[in-house]
């Protein structure tokens, strides 16, 4: 039996193609996927490529909610028909970092591969540690969401945010918008958005936003410093990846702040830091990247609990067949914040 799958060949150029339908292994769980939601890191690798990225593939990085149609040998946490979301990652808790706690740098972390297809098969390891069942009462477009969510639980909870604190949150999509709702539950009394789209901005402050800045317009420094009693922002996310939005993080943090550099950029990208910042003004910056299993379990009560509602989030649903023209609204006009692919 046939199936339509979503492949990159290269830089954009990503193709519908009719593939064999998989069939679940031992262990393994087939999915009829009745939801994806687009990715930033997928919008990164058709544009203009991302570090390890290998042509071709089967394009999709695991964002799908959907429902059970064949459950592999062995398998007795879930069954046919079940309302199901997975995430696309498990660790191997055996490596040199799994060792060390840091599981996101796992030395043989599996993948589930595609997300833009009619059928989706859930790795063992996945399907073992890192796989929900959906209640009645959410959507699949909020399931869907769980691996990208779970990556901003991880780095919100890096970020060293304290109650009391003025937030800024370089890029308002997807994640930017995470971010901006996982500080309000840290307890930041402002939390400041940036970007360069005001259709962004504009959903940025329904969302939530205490305030907008667009930084394509204005200076954004001397406007935080407004907003922040002259002070600057104690936590800075960089939630865009270019070197413009890492080195604007560092610009606008107060003295003795905290910057995350979290969103990925282009392979081989550098940025500047002035020295005085770190030194002088003992800014902290770190990096976090991907997630680990507790805070896939975090981001699911969350999710699960409405805690943080990302019903918003997904502004626009598109046919699979129309894959392509949900990209380039993605990669040019922005005019969106995720799309649900629905096969």
Not at 50 to 72: I, K, N, S, W
Not at 313 to 321: C, F, Q, R, S, W
Request: aromatic content about 8%; glycine content about 10%; hydrophobic content about 40%.
């Amino acid at each position: 039996m046939k199936m339509k799958a979503t492949t990159i060949y290269g830089l954009n150029d990503i193709r519908l193609d009719l593939v064999d339908k998989p069939k679940a292994g031992p262990g393994e769980v087939l999915v009829e996927v009745k939801v994806a939601t687009t990715c930033g890191t997928d919008v990164k690798s058709v544009v203009r490529g991302r570090p390890g990225d290998t042509f071709p593939r089967r394009l999709g990085h695991g964002e799908l909610a959907g429902v059970v149609a064949e459950v592999g040998e062995g398998v007795t946490r879930c069954r046919v028909g079940q309302r199901v979301v997975a995430h696309n990652t498990a660790p191997c808790f055996e490596c040199r970092m799994c060792l060390k706690g840091m599981f996101q740098l796992c030395e043989n972390l599996v993948f589930g591969r595609g997300a833009y297809q009619e059928y989706y098969c859930v790795p063992s390891p996945i399907v073992k540690i890192n796989m929900f069942e959906i209640p009645e009462n959410i959507t699949f477009e909020e399931a869907a969401q769980l691996e990208p969510f779970s990556c901003a639980v991880c780095g919100a909870a890096a970020s060293n945010i304290e109650v009391g604190d003025a937030v800024a949150v370089i890029g308002s999509g997807a994640q930017g918008l995470y971010f901006l709702k996982l500080a309000k539950l840290y307890g930041a009394v402002k939390v400041i958005m940036l970007d360069h789209s005001d259709y962004r901005l504009k959903f940025a402050k329904k969302f939530g936003a205490d305030e907008v800045i667009n930084n394509g317009e204005e200076d954004a420094a001397k406007r935080v410093k407004e907003l922040t009693d002259g002070n600057g922002a104690d936590v800075v996310i960089a939630a865009a990846g270019v070197p413009s939005a890492w080195e604007e993080a560092v610009k606008i943090a107060a003295r003795g702040g905290f910057v995350n550099e979290y969103a990925g950029c282009a392979p081989d990208s550098v940025f500047t830091v002035p020295t005085e910042r770190i030194h002088y003004d003992m800014i902290k910056i770190i990096g976090t990247f991907h997630t680990t299993p507790s805070y896939v379990q975090e981001a699911w009560k969350l999710i699960r609990t409405r805690t943080v509602d990302l019903r918003p989030i997904v502004t626009h649903k598109m046919p699979l067949d129309d894959i392509k023209e949900a990209f380039n609204i993605l990669a040019t006009s922005m005019e969106a914040i995720k799309i649900g692919i629905v096969p």
